[in-house]
């Protein structure tokens, strides 16, 4: 699906007019009109705040372009698990358990979040030395464990 047709689902599921999404946007009725026709597209400024009206990444709000995955433990992310920061806009970085509010839940190491992840795989039926072979592999790309 093309952004036009996401956002205009969006706004009729959450039962708002075009002048009530323009009026918390702060654009014209005629702005929100022109991204539903497939006219024109909101700048990125928009989109963000799009993101955060419908509790939506900005990845779905797109089409969902990309597989977004946490950069912390891996897990693979959908907007029902997104975290979020203070102002309450979606994070596309990381998971809820991971990150929330604009900060880290836990101040662990790379090697504790591998024993954490190994520990909820292999208790989700997963042989424990095939979870740990994975998360492994994992962890060092992800960009939280890459800053050092």
């Known amino acids: 699906m093309e952004f036009k047709d996401i956002f205009a689902q969006l706004r009729e599921n959450a ?8 009026e ?3 654009v014209t009725r005629q702005a929100v009109s022109r991204w539903e026709c497939g006219e024109t597209m909101p700048n990125t400024a928009t989109l963000a705040q799009i993101s955060k ?20 433990c891996g897990m693979p992310l959908s907007d029902d698990i997104l ?8 994070n596309e970085d990381y998971c809820q358990w991971c990150y929330s509010d604009g900060a ?32 492994t592999a994992i962890l060092p790309k992800l960009s939280r464990w890459q800053r050092g």
Not at 15 to 22: E, G, K, M
Not at 53 to 72: A, D, E, K, Y
Not at 108 to 128: A, D, H, N, R
């Open 15 to 22: 039962r708002l007019s075009q002048s009530d999404v323009a």
């Open 24 to 26: 918390r946007l702060f």
């Open 53 to 72: 009206l419908f509790n939506v990444s900005i990845n779905t709000l797109l089409g969902s372009p990309r597989q977004l995955c946490c950069q912390s």
């Open 83 to 90: 975290s979020h920061e203070l102002d309450g806009t979606p």
């Open 104 to 135: 880290f839940v836990t101040d662990c190491t790379m090697e504790e979040m591998l024993e954490t992840c190994v520990g909820i795989m292999s208790g989700q039926g997963m042989p424990e030395a095939a979870a740990r072979e994975h998360m």
